[in-house]
């Protein structure tokens, strides 16, 4: 990894070169510019005590332990009246930590373990340096004591999560880690054939820290409520051992089911206040395909697509459930967060020529600052070619997406279209 930072040392210790290497009486030393850490935390992270005895080059070798974190855009240290002080310019660039299939769990717990080792770690890293590269050797160590011998990197990556977050991606690149054996609890005979099914068909799929427990909770809630039973609770639980080879290792879960009754679905009241009325949603609904999903989830999709296409991009839609024990109905209810508008910005058109471009400029017609329309993006390709021969005789032979980037802290969405040459059909 790239050594990060700048170290500028502004050393007023000594001017007599015979007397370079003299350690010096000890003095208090001091740290400014980096509140976020404590006093005590930097005298760690340097390996100093409060009043060490140090020599020029103790002091550049231990500011070079600062510096080498990564944390630091710049370390300066300087000599005063009152003894010896670090002055720190802390980067700007910090990242949020994700363990990508590292059998380990993320939370406080760790977290600490990861403190105790490392004084500066206060859940965000750099982009490089020595923490990082502590940071992988740690979780190799807490591996091995597993008895996993795994090799794990770390790299910067983008897109994680509903937020796109960037964050700093620990992985193990060998060996392989796979979702183990699935033993189910609770299943009923009823069910026992789909739910075998479904967690044969899964054990063997790539292990995910953050998605795999998640990911087969609502796998099975789906696969149940599809069947009706709408008050099903399902408890995914990661057991011990790991199945442990040297080509892979095998993490094996058990699922618990508590299935409750099968349910008809009733009635889905929508709240009066609404931003966006019912009617719109039902005539998105409307043009589903029949038989599709179930009702109550494609209706809650109908919803979020409703508030997208008025630029609620951050719209949230939950549905709370209210059963009938008596005549095994149940009704929901919508409580709907619509969250900011967000307005278009600027519209690209990459990979057009420029007659091509001035003919898709000319169509396109949300100017910046206007409301962003998710479905009016969609479909713009296809209208462009409606409304233009020449435009849609040269988009057949391109293939044709679109990006859309969302600021959440401005709230506009700027939008690239791609145009790539379509390959010819060989005869």
């Known amino acids: 990894m790239k050594k990060p930072g700048v170290l500028i040392a502004v050393l007023l210790l000594c001017s007599v070169a015979p007397l370079a290497q003299k350690k010096l009486p000890s003095r208090t030393i001091r740290f400014q510019g980096a ?168 054990a063997g799929n790539a292990f995910d820290t953050d998605n795999t427990a998640v990911g087969l909770e609502r796998a099975f809630e789906d696969l149940y409520q599809e069947q009706g039973y709408a008050a099903v609770k399902i408890e995914v639980s990661q057991l011990a051992p790991h199945i442990i080879s040297d080509q892979a290792v095998d993490i094996p879960f058990t699922v618990s089911v508590s299935e409750g009754g099968v349910y008809k679905l009733g009635s889905i009241s929508y709240p009066a206040n609404a931003l966006v009325p019912r009617a719109e949603a039902e005539k998105i609904l409307s043009k589903y395909p029949a038989g599709s999903g179930r009702p109550l989830d494609l209706f809650l999709l109908a919803v979020r697509d409703a508030y997208h296409a008025r630029g609620y991009l951050d719209c949230s839609v939950v549905s709370h459930p ?71 005789k040269w988009m057949q032979t391109v293939i044709t997406n679109y990006d859309v980037k969302l600021d959440s802290t401005t709230h506009q969405v700027n939008c690239i279209f791609h145009f790539a040459k379509a390959a010819l059909n060989s005869q």
Request: some cysteine; proline content about 6%.
């Open 35 to 202: 509140p976020q850490y404590t006093q005590e935390e930097l005298l760690a992270a340097t390996g100093l005590k409060p009043d060490s005895r140090l020599s020029p080059n103790d002091v550049k070798a231990h500011a070079k332990l600062l510096n080498d974190t990564g944390l630091f855009a710049v370390v300066k240290f300087s000599n005063d009246s009152k003894g010896l002080l670090f002055t720190l310019t802390p980067s700007s660039q910090l990242f949020p930590m994700h363990l990508d299939n590292l059998p380990l769990k993320p939370g406080k717990e760790l977290d600490d373990k990861l403190h105790q080792r490392f004084p500066l770690y206060h859940g965000l890293l750099p982009a490089s340096g020595s923490m990082v590269e502590g940071i992988c050797h740690t979780f190799e160590e807490m591996l091995a004591a597993q008895g996993i011998k795994a090799t794990v990197k770390a790299e910067l990556t983008g897109g994680l999560g509903s937020k796109k977050i960037t964050a700093m991606n620990f992985t193990a690149t060998s060996p392989s880690i796979h979702i183990g054996a699935i033993h189910l609890a609770g299943v009923s005979a009823a069910m026992l054939t789909q739910a075998s099914s479904l967690a044969g068909g899964t």
């Open 322 to 392: 209210l059963f009938n024990e008596a005549t095994h109905i149940v009704n929901y209810s919508l409580e709907i967060a619509p969250g900011t508008i967000y307005k278009m910005g600027p519209v690209q058109f990459d990979g057009a020529p420029d007659a091509m471009n001035a003919k898709l400029t000319r169509l396109w017609t949300i100017a910046p600052g206007q409301t962003f329309n998710e479905g009016y993006v969609s479909s713009f390709a296809a209208l462009a070619q409606k409304k233009d021969k020449a435009l849609a």
